[in-house]
């Protein structure tokens, strides 16, 4: 995967230019071609708030074929499917997840191309983009505000990595179980049930991805209490 | 997973509450609970688009403990994650995606917890919530709006299917096949490239998932290269 812009065909609502380009810069996107616009002003600016230089930034032009000319591929995003073998223009439509999945499989451009805010894309439109993708939404209400169109498609698209606090080690890991098993022995906990009872908590913390600093925090309580019990 | 609600916590734009609802409906939630909001007006109504019912039917609490007590689990969304073993309030914070494997595998009932537009939730607000998301974005512009952010994480935990698409079985994928391998001899394609160039569309529209239709429709080309052929 490369390059992803994004295209908006007519919006008519300056705020959503604004929104559109805020979440485009969360998630990294930076180039935005906007096809006929209504006129931008304080809406757009207050909305996209710190990515006003991507508005700035944003490549003007009056009519479709020039937005997605300089793109090798297309991506078109509908709120309509249909499962009808006949709607050629809408279908087969691909996730999120799915588009993802193919842009990471090749080089080269990409636009994805978000619609008006009442009627969407042109069917002639969606003929132009060699991909369709649809968010699967609740069939009660499947219109979404393009700029929450924009942020699941971008948040999928995007690559960074949540930062990762350090997990437990195998060792430290196998360490913190050991010090419970001593504790309970201290306590006097039933012998016949201890096996099983370590067992639960390896789960547990398993389950729990423990970090480092929580099994440090574990031996801390563990050792307060074998303190205790030594004081009698 | 079962019942999932949302906590909007002091916010001061009614569009957001709007973009907020609205964004629940398309992904199928319909619990929101507002703490303290302000005036809830016509921009809000305007935002909400089809979704003021959830706006109308929102629950106000005066307090965040009201709000957040009548869930079995609260999920505290933060934009700002630390990865310094000392700061247990944001860490270990689980991606959007990660969050949803976690639900999937419980029962009861869980409130996504959003704060407010400007400083997110307070540090006593998100102790009392047992998970923290974060959702990764650019290290440019961490900072999303409330709606971008419920609608990634909603789309997450939302389970619509999207329609599909009946695929060609193995027996019409075969058969397809054979008829480009057909009108290739009757076309006087080089024979010793058959076989490779057969392979070629084998991989083609296996990459592309092919449709029935798809499968059908093709066949049809073939067919008129084929009468064309007779025709001579």
Request: net charge positive; aromatic share 6%.
């Amino acid at each position: 995967m490369n390059r992803v812009g994004v295209v908006l065909v007519e919006p008519r609502n300056e705020g959503n230019i604004g929104s559109v380009a805020r979440v485009m810069k969360n998630f990294g996107f930076h180039e935005l071609t906007l096809v006929n616009p209504c006129r931008i002003g304080g809406s757009a600016r207050a909305l996209s708030v710190h990515a006003w230089d991507v508005v700035e930034g944003a490549r003007r032009v009056s009519t479709f074929e020039e937005a997605i000319s300089r793109y090798d591929l297309r991506v078109g995003s509908t709120g309509i499917t249909s499962t009808k073998g006949g709607e050629h223009v809408r279908t087969p439509a691909l996730t999120p997840r799915e588009l993802r999945d193919v842009l990471a499989a090749r080089r080269g451009s990409t636009a994805i191309v978000l619609g008006r805010e009442d009627r969407g894309l042109e069917k002639r439109e969606l003929a132009e983009c060699e991909i369709i993708t649809k968010i699967p939404t609740s069939s009660e209400y499947t219109s979404m505000n393009i700029s929450h169109a924009a942020a699941v498609i971008l948040y999928e698209l995007s690559d960074f990595q949540p930062p990762r606090i350090e997990t437990a080690s195998r060792f430290e890991f196998d360490l913190l179980i050991d010090h419970f098993g001593r504790m309970m022995e201290e306590s006097g906990y039933p012998p016949h049930k201890q096996d099983k009872t370590l067992l639960m908590l390896r789960r547990i913390f398993g389950r729990s991805n423990l970090t480092r600093r929580e099994a440090i925090t574990l031996h801390g309580i563990l050792r307060q209490a074998e303190w205790r019990f030594k004081k009698g």
